[in-house]
C-alpha cells in the first residue's frame, strides 16, 4: 500500500513562487513514476507535470518554463517548483504514482489528497 501526502499550497500573487511537496510512503519509491495533477473549479482533473525514475521529466505546455518537477529517491520525495503564478494555475494540485504498467495503461494506481493553490491580488 502507497500513501502520498502533499503540502505547500496556499495563495499567492500574481507572478509569485510556489513549492509543493509530496511524500511518499509505502513500497520502493523508485518503482513508480511519479506525477503531479491539478484540478481547477469546473473542470477537468490534468496532468501537469511527470517525472520518472531515472528523473527525465515532462510537461504540460500551459506550464512549460515556469513549473519544475523533481525527486529524492533516498528520502521518497517529490516536487513542483512554481513560478511566475498566474490566476488561471488556480486549482487543487494532487499528487500521483503510477507503477509502469500502470502508466501504460494510462491509469494512476495511487492519489494524494490535494493541495489548494491560490492565485489572487
Known amino acids: 500500500q502507497v500513501e502520498l501526502v502533499e503540502s505547500g499550497g496556499g495563495l499567492v500573487q500574481p507572478g509569485g513562487s510556489l513549492r509543493l511537496s509530496c511524500a511518499y510512503y509505502g513500497s520502493t519509491f523508485s518503482n513508480y513514476i511519479m506525477s503531479w495533477y491539478r484540478q481547477a473549479p469546473g473542470k477537468e482533473r490534468e496532468s501537469v507535470a511527470l517525472?520518472?525514475?531515472?528523473?527525465?521529466?515532462s510537461y504540460a505546455d500551459s506550464v512549460k518554463g515556469r513549473f519544475t518537477i523533481s525527486r529524492d529517491n533516498l528520502q521518497n520525495m517529490v516536487y513542483l517548483q512554481m513560478n511566475s503564478l498566474q490566476p488561471e494555475d488556480t486549482a487543487v494540485y494532487y499528487c500521483?504514482?503510477?507503477?509502469?504498467?500502470?502508466?501504460?495503461?494510462?491509469?494512476?494506481?495511487?492519489w494524494g489528497q490535494g493541495t489548494q493553490v491560490t492565485v489572487s491580488s
Open positions: 517525472i520518472n525514475s531515472g528523473s527525465g521529466t
Open positions: 500521483a504514482a503510477a507503477s509502469i504498467r500502470g502508466y501504460m495503461s494510462n491509469r494512476v494506481d495511487y
